[in-house]
């Protein structure tokens, strides 16, 4: 017989291992973003880039910030797009959490859900047809329409899942079916555009990438994100709830529908704010999760963090690989993500002794 | 705390399901329900617990309509035990537990909730577990989980639904004596669902047959499990005996609706043993 004392301590022993796996991946996170903006085209070497972040981190110490070149290089091209990376990978690792979580499905992302055919279809229509919600502010069209069609198929989503109650089944049958149609009239755009260009740029956007990255962008993106991913981390206990059935779960104090389209919503506002600066990337949202489960289990008080920084670190690696191997052109970050990662997750996958689909 | 139900009807999209359930339920008392499938069994656990939304006034506790009461005080007042249980994701037996404790947590737990769950682990036997995963256990073991999970609710009215179906006959008695300990020790109404007419009349105070929706009778298992009632609700004849245990015990013997191949066995058995 254990005794109390000892069995807190073992839950305790657990906790702490769970902590100390998000602190690793953190502090590996930190390491990655120091190489990262490190790298690249142009002059700045390491030891450079080092000395002009901590010139303007910590001006006092008297570093010198260099030449005027390498500080442009560094804050105004580098910079935000490590920093969207981080943002995007945590935020849609957290938005793939929170869907898998209330939908009680490992297979579900947006890209199951019609998130990212939404936003496809309104980046195609503003780019090969020119058609936008807004026409004022020029860069921002692409971005506004998929931003715009993407939360307007989460709604369409939402409405027909309603007609026979909200369910992680009607939802998920409801969330293919409406990624069905983006994708048919996505190809339609494709099919009827006028310019050869045209369809190449569509192609081109729906491949993902960070090269647009600005201080404008992430001044956008982030608040959202953070406060969406805040939000989704509240509802962590009733996640853990909901894995054992609504009927449970509801016994337990929790309303399962409730739970669910708010973290559906949240999660689709995160993905949808990212995936309309960046094209599409779904690959993190499937994958950062799983990662996550296979190394510290699945509650979600301990998951939903672990799998934003593993998000992040994921995207970043992915990207400053995207902006090296083929320097000085490019490969597609939504290319990269698979081509590193599916290896990595089987790897994972199949050096595991349990699985939870057995 | 006294659980009343008033005139309790419910539908299942116009297919009447339950009808005009009338009972209370007291401290400290073992309630078993009965009744072929599809009786509505289920349905009035799940209309006691309101996982199901039956009128309102129609299911009191101390006198206070449970339609009233929120989700989240309710569970602190009844917990409920599915008949299968899984779990999505990989938990440990010690994390399941804990979820019971959700209705009384907010973000962080605290020491106390640690203790009322190593607490339970230990009532329960199954401290040994808390750190294995559930989908890795036995079914026997699995249901004492979940059982654990809702005492961790610190219910005064648990709820199960045909907890010992799918268990051996040590695990079935293990759970039954469990849940008997429990209504005596703790003062928890225990309502269990069950098919098992022999294990209900041994471990409840008293026994609810339900046929159709209705209640066909209520009492002491003496007074329930008559052969003239389990004719009319089961169509099965039936020999009630008294067992070992000075409970009845019901022996079936053919069924009434196949007619003479069935009632030629019973009379045939009946004959050699009297």
Known sequence: MSTASELKRLYLKGKNRKILAILSIFLVLLIIIVISVSLGAGSPRFNEAIQVILSKLFPFLGFDPGPQITQTIIFEIRLPRVVLAVIAGAGLAASGVAMQGVLKNPLVSPYILGISSGAGFGAALAIALGIGVVTQYGGYIVVANAFVFSILAMLMVYGIARLRGVTPESVILAGVAVGYLFSAMLSLIQFIAPEHAAVRAVVFWLLGGLSTATWESILIVLPIVLVAMALIMRHSWDMNVMSLGEEVAMSIGVNSKQVIVMCMALATLVTASIVSFTGVIGFICLVSPHISRMMIGSDHRFLLPCSIVLGACLLLCADTLARLVLMPSEVPVGIVTALIGVPFFLYLLLSRRRQFWH | ?274
């Open chain 2, 1 to 274: 705390m006294k659980l009343v139900i008033n005139k309790l009807s419910f539908h299942y999209n116009g297919f009447p399901a339950l009808k005009d359930v009338e009972l209370e339920v007291s401290l400290g008392e073992v309630l078993s329900i009965v009744g072929p499938n599809g009786s509505g069994k289920t349905t009035l656990l799940k209309c006691i617990n309101r996982i199901l939304k039956p009128k309102h006034n129609t299911v009191l506790i101390d006198g206070k309509d449970t339609g009233e009461i929120g989700l989240r005080e309710l569970s602190k007042m009844m917990g409920y035990v599915p008949q299968n249980s899984t779990s999505t994701f990989p938990f440990t037996v010690f994390d399941i537990v804990l979820m019971g404790r959700r209705p009384y947590i907010h973000w962080s737990l605290s020491e106390r909730d640690k203790e009322i769950v190593a607490e339970i682990l230990r009532f329960l036997g199954i401290d040994k577990l808390a750190m294995r995963h559930f989908d890795e256990l036995s079914g026997g073991e699995q249901q004492k989980v979940i059982i654990a999970r809702a005492l961790a609710q610190q219910p005064q009215i648990l709820l199960l639904d045909e907890p010992t179906s799918n268990l051996d006959i040590k695990h079935q008695l293990e759970i039954l004596c469990i849940l008997r300990g429990l209504a005596q020790s703790k003062h928890c109404s225990v309502i269990v669902a069950m098919h098992d007419l022999n294990l209900a009349s041994r471990f409840s105070d008293r026994m609810l047959i339900l046929k159709q929706g209705r209640i066909f009778a209520v009492g002491t298992p003496e007074s329930v499990l008559t052969e003239e009632n389990i004719e009319s609700v089961y169509g099965v004849k039936s020999q009630v005996t008294n067992s070992v245990l000075d409970r009845p015990q019901v022996t079936p013997l053919g069924s009434v609706a196949n007619g003479v191949e069935n009632s030629k066995i019973a009379s045939e058995i009946t004959s050699k043993h009297k």
